[in-house]
């Protein structure tokens, strides 16, 4: 079964800060890849997805990922976070046409102001 | 558009009932799943269902069933409540399972 991992459980950042939230997985082939996003008390929200083409998506409210086929990596970036980036964020990953969802462990932001 | 809706919003059992987390979508999506969601552990599959009738087994199913009637409704149950089914429940629906999940509001289940 696959599997992801998401690097940094906690990660505390300042206002206009860069950010880089890992993920890696472990399936080896054909893979759909998203990144939610959980606001405190709310339910999760798509962030982007990445199904085909360029490997480097653009998603909702200045995030982007990039696909590292060779290194089984997804990694969220942020050039310049915002206090109300703060929030949970889960990689998920899907093997094209099998099984379910299956989330990474989260990693939970918090931007200073 | 109401999108996933979740009944109820909260709920508090003793360790033995039996209750049912209520699950309806309006989108016609063909796939359902729940998850639970526990501190430091992410969001982990229970089960899952690509269409009505159809139901198949996530990661963590045990103590736990489900059924797939209609394309909108997707019930979890309980069927012996045990305290370490304390947890945050989310369903999820979609047109098909390799598209992004719609998610409900979560029910808050504590089991005593």
């Known amino acids: 079964a696959q599997s992801v991992s998401q690097h940094n459980h906690h990660v505390i950042l300042s206002e206009a800060a860069s950010l880089e939230l890992g993920c890696n997985y472990s399936y080896g082939g054909t893979v759909n890849l998203f990144w939610y996003v959980q606001y405190p008390g709310q339910h999760l929200q798509l962030l982007l997805k990445?199904?085909?083409?360029?490997?480097l998506v653009k998603g909702i409210k200045g995030f982007e990922a990039e696909f590292i086929k060779s290194k089984f990596s997804f990694n969220l970036r942020k050039p310049s976070v915002q206090w109300s980036d703060t929030a949970e964020y889960f990689c998920?990953?899907?093997?094209?046409?099998?099984?379910?969802?299956?989330f990474g462990k989260g990693t939970h932001l918090i931007i200073q102001p | 558009n109401a999108g996933v809706t979740q009944t109820p919003k909260f709920q508090v059992l003793k360790t033995g009932q039996s209750m049912t987390l209520q699950c309806a979508q309006d989108?016609?999506?063909?796939?359902m799943s729940w998850y639970r969601q526990d501190p430091g552990m992410g969001l982990r599959l229970i089960h899952y269902s690509v269409g009505a009738g159809i139901t198949d087994q996530g990661e963590v199913p045990n103590g736990y069933n489900v059924s797939r009637s209609t394309t909108e409704d997707f019930p979890l149950r309980l069927l012996s409540a045990a305290p370490s089914q304390t947890s945050v429940y989310f369903c999820?629906?979609?047109?098909?399972?390799?598209?992004?999940?719609?998610f409900g509001d979560g029910t808050r289940l504590s089991i005593l």
């Open positions: 989108m016609n999506h063909e796939y």
């Open positions: 998920a990953v899907t093997p094209g046409g099998a099984d379910g969802l299956t």
């Open positions: 999820a629906s979609s047109r098909d399972l390799n598209q992004p999940q719609h």
């Open positions: 990445y199904f085909s083409g360029d490997p």
